[in-house]
């Protein structure tokens, strides 16, 4: 299974918003809505911000949101903060039990 | 919650095997989905193969068909995963996560080196 595509780095100043896509493929992410995004602080374990494209986990901010438009997912961040400054995953479902990230995009707050 | 608590760190020669452990409490073990994702250092996100230790059979991402095993034990709700061959490209931070496609808790990770 191939990677999902992000774009490497993504920026915004305190207080804009920001998208981040994940394009896959109709194997993947056109095929199912197990689309996942999380966030990844420097040396810590990734955490699970959103799942099945458009759900928050309990404690997740609402400023975090998910979409799906055909083989692209997105992640938008609205209200940015400095604490959000961070890598971001995406995940899919690719069928035949499997799961496929994408290479990661590092948000930087301006 | 459920906790994920991972074995310590490793250093291995190129050609030997490794396991780690993820011992999981607080919650329902055997009928959630486990996981286990590995990181190379400044790398992404890596999905290995998982299992829901109530049905004991376990999937593989094609990439390490062969060379990776992983296993639960349900009476000590420790989930293992071995990999064999080791390579330097293999060193990394193992991670084990649970819950289903989405991985809703994680280990804190375990370092394997590989170095001659």
Request: proline content about 4%.
């Given at each position: 299974?191939?990677?999902?595509?992000?774009?490497?780095?993504?920026?915004?100043?305190?207080?804009?918003?920001?998208?981040?896509?994940?394009?896959?493929?109709?194997?993947?992410?056109?095929?199912?809505?197990?689309?996942?995004?999380?966030?990844?602080?420097?040396?810590?374990?990734?955490?699970?911000?959103?799942?099945?494209?458009?759900?928050r986990p309990s404690g997740v901010p609402d400023r975090f949101?998910?979409?799906?438009?055909?083989?692209?997912?997105?992640?938008?961040?609205?209200?940015?903060?400095?604490?959000?400054?961070?890598?971001?995953?995406?995940?899919?479902?690719?069928?035949?039990?499997?799961?496929?990230?994408?290479?990661?995009?590092?948000?930087?707050?301006? | 919650?459920?906790?994920?608590?991972?074995?310590?760190?490793?250093?291995?020669?190129?050609?030997?095997?490794?396991?780690?452990?993820?011992?999981?409490?607080?919650?329902?073990?055997?009928?959630?989905?486990?996981?286990?994702?590995?990181?190379?250092?400044?790398?992404?996100?890596?999905?290995?193969?998982?299992?829901?230790?109530?049905?004991?059979?376990a999937k593989y991402a094609q990439k390490f068909q062969g060379?990776?095993?992983?296993?639960?034990?349900?009476?000590?709700?420790?989930?293992?995963?071995?990999?064999?061959?080791?390579?330097?490209?293999?060193?990394?931070?193992?991670?084990?996560?649970?819950?289903?496609?989405?991985?809703?808790?994680?280990?804190?990770?375990?370092?394997?080196?590989?170095?001659?």
């Open positions: 299974q191939s990677a999902l595509t992000q774009p490497p780095s993504a920026s915004g100043s305190p207080g804009q918003s920001v998208t981040i896509s994940c394009t896959g493929t109709s194997g993947d992410v056109g095929a199912y809505n197990y689309v996942s995004w999380y966030q990844q602080h420097p040396g810590k374990a990734p955490k699970l911000i959103v799942y099945e494209v458009t759900k949101s998910g979409s799906k438009s055909g083989n692209t997912a997105s992640l938008t961040v609205s209200g940015l903060q400095a604490e959000d400054e961070a890598d971001f995953y995406c995940s899919s479902y690719a069928g035949s039990n499997n799961l496929v990230f994408g290479g990661g995009t590092k948000l930087t707050v301006l | 919650q459920v906790q994920l608590v991972q074995s310590g760190a490793e250093v291995k020669k190129p050609g030997s095997s490794v396991k780690v452990s993820c011992k999981a409490s607080g919650g329902t073990f055997s009928s959630s989905a486990l996981s286990w994702v590995r990181q190379a250092p400044g790398q992404g996100l890596e999905w290995m193969g998982g299992i829901i230790p109530i049905f004991t059979t060379r990776v095993t992983i296993t639960a034990d349900k009476s000590t709700s420790t989930a293992y995963m071995e990999l064999t061959s080791l390579r330097s490209e293999d060193t990394a931070m193992y991670y084990c996560a649970g819950r289903g496609w989405e991985l809703d808790y994680w280990g804190q990770g375990t370092l394997v080196t590989v170095s001659s």
